[in-house]
């Protein structure tokens, strides 16, 4: 790494967040080879260098001004309290940070936390919660494998990261409360940064923003008579006003319209029986608003 007025971002180094992070990387034209050195990635065709890193130090590599953006966990930013800035929700490495107790344990409200022992990764985070509720327990830091520490009797509760729940059951755990949900966070630097790398961030935050819309998105094509039109339209959750196209039957139209990437099925089922025919749904590359 050096000090040559490049820009530089910091991604987790192996892990739940390496992939998907790379991915947008790689998606909004920045061309560089993760894989040949895995402490720094020299981005081809702009003034960039990846830095990879545990997810752990991204938040203060950020807030130090040694990394300009980061791609990181919302609980590691709270967890390590940083004065950065927050700039775009990521839709990946969803999670929420939950108190659990042992399935049939006689803790069974939160009041019933007071006095005993929580195991947590999260403990800054952890301690500003109990705080905010006027409970008193025990916090107690635990780097990796939190979920044992009930049945070790090491703690009476634990509070961790939960995605599908699956870890929590296998240990005999449950969800008494949830603390805060995350999901992955594009950060940046509030220490001074060039004119040059603040118009560099500007061009990848649109160019993200718009990678996460056409993925959050799909284009719509279909043909119908003039006279389902309006039926048809105002079934269409289109994201913008959908464009009408004249086709050489003057008694059809074609309807193209940007919707939202869920409950598809349901729509085209719906659409068809409105009358519209020839549906087409594709993907979408780039949605620059
Ligand atoms: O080496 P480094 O420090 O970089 O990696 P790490 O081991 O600390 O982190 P990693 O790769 O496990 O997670 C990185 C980030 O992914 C976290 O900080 C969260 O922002 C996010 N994330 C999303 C998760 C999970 N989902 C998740 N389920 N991080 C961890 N888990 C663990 C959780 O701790 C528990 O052990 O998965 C288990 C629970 O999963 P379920 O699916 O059984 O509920
Ligand atoms: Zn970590």
Redesign the pocket.
Known sequence: MLLNGKLKIAV???????EESITILKSIGLDFNEKSNKLFALVKNYPIEIIF??????PEYVQDGICQLGM?????ILEKKVDIDLLIPLNF???KLSIAKPIGSEINSIEDLEGKRIAS?YPVVLKDYLAKKGIKCKIIEIS????ICPSLDVADAIA???????????NQLEILTDIVE???YLIKSKVDISPELVELIEKLSSRISAYLNAKASKYLMLNCKRSHLNAIISNTPSLETPTILSLSDPNYVSVHSVIPNNNIWNLVENLKDLGASGILITKIENLMP
């Open positions: 987790q180094k192996s892990g739940r967040l390496f890193l545990r997810d752990d130090d991204i990181v966990g919302y609980n590691e490495g969803q999670c990764s990796g494998s939190v979920e961790d990261l939960v995605s599908t729940g699956s870890t929590l059951k296998a995350s999901e992955a």
